[in-house]
């Protein structure tokens, strides 16, 4: 019965080396989150996945930043060539198939640190 | 493009006391809202939600109101006990699970 995975928990990134970040859903789940948390701010919406389906990554800064969620193993936030600006709190979360308005369960976050 | 606002980033209350925590939208096709509850280190968990068909959702401490004229929301926690600082997101969706988050605030409750 375990809830959503997130991991690593911490993650210690050099600038210009790339960021990877995983999460596995809640059994049964199939639409995946990620959101980020800068100090001191709100969780910001950055992807909404369906499994092999990318539904809204209007949240995504254009660069950098892609995000996948493969038929098998968990969904992936990579982040490419790491800035300061990127160390934050990374947090995913799942709901389940077809469904309105449900609620979303939270992993316990990635916090990452870029030097 | 802030489309959920939480203006207040900290609140403190005396143990026992009303918390009314405060959420404005801006995006009228929004038809669920939700409230999350996050610990440091943690994430999010879900604490209470409204359809946008009620104007009131009731769960033991925990009450969300619903404006829809006024695109407000707040919640109610009564009476306010240590355990529950912790800081406060509310959340809306349009109909599509793709959830908004505000920015949050900080509730301290002093025994």
């Known amino acids: 019965n375990a809830g959503v995975m997130q991991n690593p928990r911490h993650l210690v990134r050099r600038r210009g080396q790339e960021a990877r970040l995983r999460c596995s859903p809640m059994k049964g789940h199939s639409h995946v989150y990620w959101y980020r948390q800068l100090p001191e701010e709100g969780l910001k919406f950055m992807v909404y996945l369906q499994k092999e389906n990318i539904i809204d990554e209007s949240g995504m800064p254009k660069e950098r930043f892609s995000a996948e969620f493969p038929k098998e193993g968990p969904s992936i936030l990579r982040i490419q060539q790491v800035v300061r600006g990127d160390s934050a709190a990374y947090f995913c979360?799942?709901?389940?198939?077809?469904?309105?308005?449900?609620?979303?369960?939270f992993g316990s976050g990635t916090q990452l640190s870029v030097l | 493009d802030q489309q959920v606002k939480q203006n207040s980033p900290s609140l403190s209350v005396q143990e026992g006391r009303i918390s009314i925590l405060n959420c404005d939208y801006t995006n009228s096709m929004f038809d669920y809202f939700l409230w999350y509850k996050k610990y440091p280190a943690e994430g999010p968990t879900f604490l209470i939600s409204i359809s946008s068909i009620k104007d009131k959702n009731e769960d033991g401490r925990f009450t969300v109101f619903l404006n829809k004229s006024a695109k407000h929301l707040s919640l109610h926690i009564v009476p306010s006990q240590p355990g529950d600082s912790a800081v406060y997101f509310c959340a809306a969706s349009e109909h599509n699970n793709d959830m908004r988050f505000g920015a949050g605030t900080r509730l301290t409750v002093k025994p």
């Open positions: 979360a799942s709901s389940p198939p077809d469904t309105i308005n449900e609620k979303l369960f």
